[in-house]
Each structure stands twice: as C-alpha cells, then as structure tokens.
C-alpha cells in the first residue's frame, strides 16, 4: 500500500510538472494579428495578398469573408477572429472610414506593407513614414516586375535602386505576383516570384512576436509549417534528453507540438488537459521505450545511456508528431484512439528507419531534420 501510495504520488508529481512546463511551451493563440496593405489602386494589393498566403487562383482572396459597409477603397478582410488583413490606398482612407472595426486596428497594427508599381515616386514617401509611426515592421515591395520582363536585367535594377533613394530605405522587395485577375485566361499560369523572400522575412518578424502561426494558419499550403513545428520540436527533445527529469520535459514538448499542429490545420486551440491526454495512448504502444525514458530522466547523466535516450526521445517524438500531422491534413479528429495508435505504429518503424545511424549532431541540426521530415510524412 505504502509503494501503490508513493506510486501515484510520483506519478501526480510528474504531470504536473508537464503541464508547467506545457504552460511555458505553447504558444499564445489567443494574440490578433492586423496587417495594413498600403498602396495605389491597382497596384496590386489584392494579387499579393493571394500570393502570400500561397493560395490557388480558386481559393483567391475574393472568397475570404471582406467586412460589410466598406468604402470602395477599403477592403477589410478578417481571415478568423484573430487576424485581419486592410486592403487601402493610405492609412488615411482607414482612418476616413471611421468605424470601431478601423479605429481598433489603428492602434496596432503588426506589420505594414507598402506596395508600390513602375517608375519611382516620391510622394509615396509619406505613405511609408505614416505606415512606419503605426507599425512594428514595415515592409516595401516593387510589385508587377514582369513589366521589365522585355528590358535589359539592368532596369530593373536601376529602379529599385531609385525607389530605394527616395524612400530612403535599404531593403525593398521586387514582385510579382501575376494571374489571379478574374478576367486572366483559366489555363494561364501564375507567375509568382520574390513573394518567397517577402513571406520568408514577415514570418521571422511574426515569430519573434509569437504570431506566426495566426498567419501560417491560413496558408494554402501549410506542409512546410507543419515540418518546421515537428523539427523544431524533435531538436528540443534531443537536447532535452540529457536534463534531469527529462521524461516530463519532452512530453510538454510534445503536446505543445500538437497544439501547434491543431491549430495550424484546424484553427482550434486544444486545452493542455486534452493535448496531454494523448500521450498515454502513445506511450501504451511504446511500453518498454516509455519505461526507459522515465527511469533515464530521473537518473545522473551518464554518457551512453543520455545517448541512447536522446535517440529514443527523438524517434518516439517524430512518430507522435507525424500521426497527428497525418491525421489533421486529413481532416480527420484526434479523438480517434484507434486511428491514432495504427498509425502511430505504422510511423514508429519509419521513423526508426528513418533515424538509424544519425549522430547526435544530426539530431540537434534543424535543416537535416527539416530534410528527413519532409520525406518522411
């Protein structure tokens, strides 16, 4: 009685331990996001938008809910409850509009980005200084750079350089972003290019704030987040391995994993009770893994054995967080217990495969993760 006692004292003792270190893990999705769009009519706003969010031209920006009783400069797309996006021609046309939903997003606003098109303009100069007293971060981008497609290489290099000079900035990027108007021919193919550096630099700025994944959220291709998620995790299990008490930090590791990876596919924000409640049906398939990596985590480092677990934490982590990757992009739910652990089988001796014979720095390497995970799920 005494040991059964002691036993689920230890046992209570752990998991709130995990949700401690759960409650420090995961992300806050309860944040907003607003980002202000600013430049010219026909620019091109609406086009980047779409290329942005790395949508199709059938999934364009036309079919996101715009807010009622707009002006027609005014375009106030509400991706969730959480994110907004304005569509306007200056701040002051925001400003003009005048309705709580506008008077709200003035006063924070995450990220600016000035659209400019053709030759440079210097009255533009006091858009970007308006979007600059109001935002975070502000980004510049050159859009429809096809228009120098028949030019020398030179060109538009000459532009850019002019834009630089009497926006007085350092950094612009040139875009395009062509063929999502409704009047393009169907069978035309989008052409797309400079949005990958653009995105790339929102999404670091948006990460240091903790909001990347409101933005990550509605991507039309959301693979490449769902990997950085899984990697991310994997290098912080690895190194996880060696802290003492180890099992309870890799397990908050993993259900704040999964909170990401619900959220990103469902917009859903799981409570840390049901997220860490799916644990102990991985861990009832993994018996012997799960009783190593519970004895190793209250025991003194000792090399080989710390070696040995970080492997273990590794794969069990990868296979836990490729299941509920599969199971949310396709579209089915995580209550599925049964679903769940086939699959958490059928993955557990992939990633063992997948892992066999990487070194520990391997482990610890985020772009060799992020490539074994994407050929993994």
């Not at 059964?4 to 995961?26: G, L, R």
């Not at 980005?113 to 533009?124: E, P």
């Not at 600059?132 to 096809?146: Q, T, Y």
């Not at 009832?284 to 190793?296: M, N, P, Y």
Request: with cysteine.
């Amino acid at each position: 009685m005494v040991n059964a006692a002691s036993n689920n004292s230890d046992e209570k003792e752990f998991w709130e331990n995990v949700e401690t270190q759960f409650e420090e893990k995961v992300q806050d999705f309860s944040k907003t996001l607003n980002i202000a769009i600013i430049g010219k009519v026909s620019s091109g706003k609406s086009s980047l938008i779409n290329a942005l969010l790395k949508l199709s031209r059938k999934k364009a920006i036309a079919q996101v809910g715009a807010e009622a009783g707009v002006t027609t400069k005014l375009k106030i797309l509400r991706l969730d409850e959480r994110v907004r996006l304005i569509d306007s021609p200056g701040l002051d046309d925001v400003r003009a509009e005048n309705s709580q939903i506008t008077r709200e997003f003035l006063k924070h606003i995450d990220v600016g980005i000035l659209v400019v098109t053709g030759a440079a303009d210097a009255s533009q100069k006091r858009y970007l200084d308006d979007l600059r007293s109001h935002c975070e971060s502000v980004f510049v981008v050159l859009n429809k750079i096809d228009e120098w497609d028949r030019l020398a290489p030179s060109a538009l290099e000459k532009v850019v350089n002019q834009w630089k000079q009497v926006l007085q900035i350092e950094k612009i990027y040139p875009v395009c972003a062509f063929g999502y108007d409704a009047d393009t021919p169907p069978n035309t193919p989008l052409d797309i290019r400079g949005v990958y550096g653009l995105r790339e630099d929102i999404e670091i700025f948006l990460g240091s704030k903790g909001k990347d994944l409101l933005l990550a959220r509605h991507m039309g291709e959301k693979k490449s987040y769902a990997i950085g998620i899984i990697a991310t995790a994997l290098v912080a299990v690895a190194v996880q391995a060696f802290i003492p008490g180890s099992a309870a930090y890799i397990a908050a590791t993993q259900a704040s994993a999964i909170v990401a990876l619900t959220y990103l596919y469902t917009g859903e924000i799981l409570s840390s009770k049901a997220s860490l409640g799916l644990l102990p049906i991985f861990a009832s398939e993994t018996v012997i893994t799960t009783l190593f990596l519970w004895v190793k985590s209250f025991l003194p480092p000792t090399g080989i054995a710390d070696v040995a677990a970080a492997i273990l934490a590794v794969s069990v982590t990868l296979a836990i967080l490729a299941t509920v990757n599969s199971i949310l992009a396709s579209g089915a739910k995580l209550e599925e217990e049964e679903l769940l652990k086939s699959k958490f089988r059928t993955y557990r001796r992939q990633a063992e495969t997948a892992l066999k014979g990487l070194a520990l720095t391997d482990l610890k390497d985020l772009p060799s993760l992020k490539a074994i995970i994407e050929k993994f799920i």
